[in-house]
């Protein structure tokens, strides 16, 4: 996250950071108690290995009470998701066993409702994202307040060109946004998490290129049918 501030300790008890070999690779948010929502792009580099899911953290290092590391059972990479473009870019996580929900532990819903987000609607995301142009990863969550912008404005030819689908919205990027890292976190507009963060073209922080997310209502059946399916 860039320009944002340290988020309040555990007052965002759904974000989960995904991690391989210890290490912090991408955002995400319980959907449900065995559940994890991400992003499919985020295993692109994982060579085929699982994800660890850290819940209930603020620090990725130091102890907390409510802290702990889960392994992943499986991993459904929206069929739709490709390493060409940013369509269906959702991944599923169930966990190796329900999660333990306490005061640092906690589902957030998200919208079934497939309507545009209004713009100029003021939503908040976070991560454990970079949060300088050198690539400085923060130990501590991050969050930042950032505005809708129309799905027109985004698609301007001097912005996203046309790319941005309805199964897609942005938010303004001058200065604060999203950055390496933060791909898969939510984006949460009155309590409700609407979209999840997606690298698009990977800029940071340039009003040119606004933070892209895949919105998650059109995909409310895919998620039902997974989670439906796979926990028999
Ligand atoms: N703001 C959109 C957005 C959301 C989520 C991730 C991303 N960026 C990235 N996702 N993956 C990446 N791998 C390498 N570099 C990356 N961006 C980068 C890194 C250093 C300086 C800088 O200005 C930009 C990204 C960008």
Known sequence: ILRGSVAR???????ASLQLDGQHVC???????????????????TDGKLFQVLLGAHSLTEPEPHKRLYQVRAQFPHPGSNIHNNKD???????EEKAELNADVRVLP???E????????????????????SG?????????????????????????DGTITQNMMCTDSRRKDTCKGDSGGPLVCDGVAEG???AGSRVCGNYKKPAIYTRIAPYAAWIDGVMASADG
């Open 9 to 15: 300790p555990h007052l965002k008890p759904y974000m």
């Open 27 to 45: 955002g995400g948010f319980l959907i449900a108690e065995q559940w994890v929502l991400s992003a499919a792009h985020c295993t692109e580099e």
């Open 89 to 95: 870019d959702l991944l599923l996580l169930q966990l």
């Open 110 to 112: 998200f919208q079934r």
């Open 114 to 133: 497939d309507r545009d987000v209004a713009a100029d609607t003021v939503c908040e995301v976070a991560g454990w994202g970079t949060i300088d142009h």
């Open 136 to 160: 400085t990863r923060p130990d501590k969550l991050h969050q930042v307040e950032r505005p809708v912008i129309s799905r027109d404005v985004c698609n301007h030819r001097t912005r996203h």
């Open 196 to 198: 999840v963060v997606t």
